[in-house]
């Protein structure tokens, strides 16, 4: 009897682990989420061909092509700028949502939940304050980028348009940052947005009204932390994420980034 | 008339000569069999050759739909031997004229990828040392009836509050700063020159730089520069009024 149950010889922890493999790459659920050609299907050695099938069977296709310019990737170049501004939008995001669990866009809890979230939360001080200088950094990158970007006359022809989407997507970065400035509600959020919303008040024809739009009132109170907490966690960032794809969407349609000096 | 490339005019002189010395050789043997093309071809074929080429401009299809043999394959050869005739040669430039020049490219992956990857660690890395050493401000509550002095907008708004000190609200905070945007905007549709060298456009850097400075220089006065009641002071005789 005992001859009969040795007759397999026992699989190593190795090869339970290759067969396990195995039959996952092969089941349909791991086949329907990697395109056929993915390297996570087929694996990766360094060939033309499959530095290409990186790109072409990964979602990272919608953001480069396959191949680009030369000069492109030098980071003499671009410095990165433009990258870097959408990385820390992305990362805005992220803390972003984090805070949005602890807050309370009220005048009675706003500041005790900031409060509380730099106390009593676990990496709160910390993600509030990455979100803090990330925004700062993102409208410094971004500021940075356009200069960049003008300097090197990458606005000509036939890149004239993204440059105008690239205007309003520096307006909406400060938009995003200066309504971000009033929900920690204390003294400097409060202040500060009453000295920039009192120049809106100025504007010819419609300027009293859009500031009743804006602040849900005349003056600073209750129904602006709602107002600004609202644009600030979905209305702009929604509008900002559609100029950004229209914005990289352009600059492969025009042919990539600009050429070489 | 198109002029035949040479290299097809010898690769048809071969053909012409191997399909006669092949013809000469089954002659010569006298065993037709041997050969693939059907024996009353090659006799219509040497009947042509002998009496001119009228035969077979008569009919040029009959040797395709030639039967085989034995139950071969059906052969398709014309006189001499051919199995194919030379119609036309389209030269490769009339109908494909490249104009592009070949561009120096390289990869994607790992080429920019692996850059984009390096500068967003380093990006994440300095955020999160700079906010483990520095924290973000949170001062009291919100007070309406409590005005801190001075009253300051967030940096990227100072040069505007600056601009108020000097000009009626509209101009300062309407006009100015919708005409420096608008013109922004409309830069690439003024700015009709082609190059992108900077000794050709010392014109427009140097609207730019000027246009970048003002604003930096007064963000910077109303950053560093401005104490209680907005007043002009020195950062290092009265202090810093100023919070991120």
Not at chain 2, 27 to 50: C, F, T, V
């Amino acid at each position: 009897m005992a001859s009969t149950i040795e007759e397999k010889p026992r699989l190593t922890l190795k090869e339970r682990a290759a067969k396990l493999g195995e039959s996952l790459q092969g089941s349909q659920a791991w086949n329907s989420i990697f395109r056929p050609g993915s390297i996570f299907r087929k694996g990766y050695t360094d060939s033309p061909r499959n530095r290409s099938y990186v790109i072409m069977n990964s979602v990272l296709y919608h953001l480069h092509p396959v191949k680009v310019k030369r000069h492109a990737v030098k980071v003499s170049y671009t410095l990165c700028l433009g990258g870097l501004s959408f990385f820390l939008f992305i990362l805005l995001t992220v803390t972003g949502i984090f805070l949005m669990f602890f807050y309370r866009p009220t005048a009675a809890n706003a500041w005790q939940d900031i409060q509380s979230l730099q106390t009593s939360v676990t990496f709160g001080l910390m993600v509030r304050n990455m979100h803090r200088w990330g925004a700062h950094l993102m409208v410094l990158s971004v500021f940075l980028h356009m200069a960049r970007v003008f300097y090197h006359g990458a606005y000509k022809a036939p890149r004239e348009f993204n440059w105008v989407v690239g205007v309003i997507l520096l307006t909406l970065t400060l938009l995003l940052s200066f309504t971000g400035y009033l929900l920690p509600w204390d003294q400097l959020a409060l202040w500060a947005v009453a000295v920039g919303t009192n120049m809106m008040g100025y504007s010819p024809v419609i300027g009293s009204q859009v500031r009743f739009v804006l602040l849900g009132g005349v003056e600073i109170g209750a129904e602006t932390l709602l107002r600004w907490y609202v644009l600030h966690v979905l209305l702009f960032p929604f509008v900002t994420v559609i100029f950004l794809a229209i914005h990289f969407w352009r600059v492969r349609k025009d042919g990539g980034i600009s050429g070489p000096l | 008339m198109t002029e035949i490339p040479e290299h097809l005019l010898k690769r048809a002189q071969a053909a012409r000569e191997k399909a006669a010395a092949e013809s000469g050789a089954a002659a010569q043997s006298g065993d037709a069999g041997d050969s693939r093309i059907p024996a009353h071809l090659l006799e219509r074929s040497k009947a042509a050759k002998a009496g001119g080429s009228v035969a077979v401009a008569d009919k040029p299809s009959s040797s395709v739909v030639a039967a085989p043999l034995d139950g071969g394959v059906p052969m398709a050869a014309g006189p001499g031997g051919h199995t194919q005739r030379l119609l036309t040669v389209v030269k490769s430039g009339s109908i494909q004229d490249v104009k592009s020049e070949p561009v120096d490219k390289v990869h994607t992956w790992p080429h920019l990828l692996a850059v984009e990857f390096v500068a967003a660690l380093a990006c994440t890395t300095f955020l999160f040392l700079f906010s483990w050493v520095v924290n973000a401000p949170l001062l009291q509550a919100a007070n309406f009836n409590q005005t801190p002095n001075p009253s300051k907008a967030p940096w990227y708004f100072l040069g505007l509050q600056e601009l108020l000190t000097m000009f009626h609200p509209m101009i300062a905070g309407v006009t100015l700063p919708g005409v420096g945007l608008v013109a922004l905007m409309f830069a690439p549709y003024l700015d009709k020159t082609v190059s992108n060298r900077p000794e050709d456009r010392k014109f427009m850097t140097g609207m730019m730089t000027m246009f970048l400075m003002f604003w930096a220089v007064l963000v910077i006065i109303g950053s560093f520069f401005r104490g209680p009641g907005f007043n002009f002071t020195f950062p290092w005789r009265d202090g810093i009024f100023f919070e991120l």
